[in-house]
């Protein structure tokens, strides 16, 4: 009996020490966490109940033997991460400072993302590549930038700083600074605190549905305007 004691307790005293490091080493990220998300009610709640740090702290471990060339280990480890929080970082993805995945459930990285300090995604977000391409195939996100809930930014392109890509667009094509994306594919409705009209602004219209749909519109306007007259 003594001696069950004893090991229930070294095992209560290994938890503690593991979520110290923890607490120590992901300082910052907990804080981001906390500063993001309204519904943060305290510092330890994120540290035990956050999917999105547990698998960031599972990331760190993973890159750092990827970048070993531990390619196994590596991807052993993002795997059970992926069983246990539902969000997939490949080791090889190059992730900033103050990474915040709210939420998680679907997140996807791919193994040449690269994503820059202070960047928030929420859950379904995927940062993949188009197809069967070899060598650099995925985004590459500036700081500060956050990307809504479902949204799929695809290929070796740039996401520029302090941009939003709204929930469930689909990113193809590179995005400047300051900017806020939405919708299929994603097309630049806001730049530098100005709203865009995409109607006015044709090479912002990146959607050739939508620039046909558009052109009816017009159109059936003016046979309208025609009729009435
Ligand atoms: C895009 C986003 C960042 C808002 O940006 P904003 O600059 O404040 O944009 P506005 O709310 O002024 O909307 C601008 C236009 O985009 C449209 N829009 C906004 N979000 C959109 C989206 N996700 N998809 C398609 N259109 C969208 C608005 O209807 C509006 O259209 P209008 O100009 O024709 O009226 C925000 O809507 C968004 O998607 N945030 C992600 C939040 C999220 O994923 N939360 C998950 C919590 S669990």
Known sequence: MIYLAQILLIILALILIKLTVIALFFYQDIRSA???DPAAKSFIEILLLYQGLHALVAHRIAHALYKMHVFFLARY????????????????????KRFFIDHGMGVVIGETAVVGDDVLIYQ????????????????????????GAGAKV?????????SYIGS??????EVPPNSTVVGVPGRVTKQDGKKIDVSLDHKQVLDPIMQVIEELQKRIDSLEGRKNS
């Open 124 to 147: 379904g977000v995927t940062l993949g590549g188009t197809g069967l391409e070899k060598g650099k195939r995925h985004p590459a996100v500036g700081n500060n930038v956050v990307i």
């Open 168 to 173: 469930n667009a689909v990113v193809v094509n």
């Open 154 to 162: 695809l290929g070796n392109i740039v996401i520029g700083d302090n």
């Open 77 to 96: 480890i993002s795997q059970l991460a992926r069983f246990a929080t539902g969000i997939e970082i490949h080791p090889g993805a190059r992730i900033g």
């Open 34 to 36: 906390q500063k993001r």
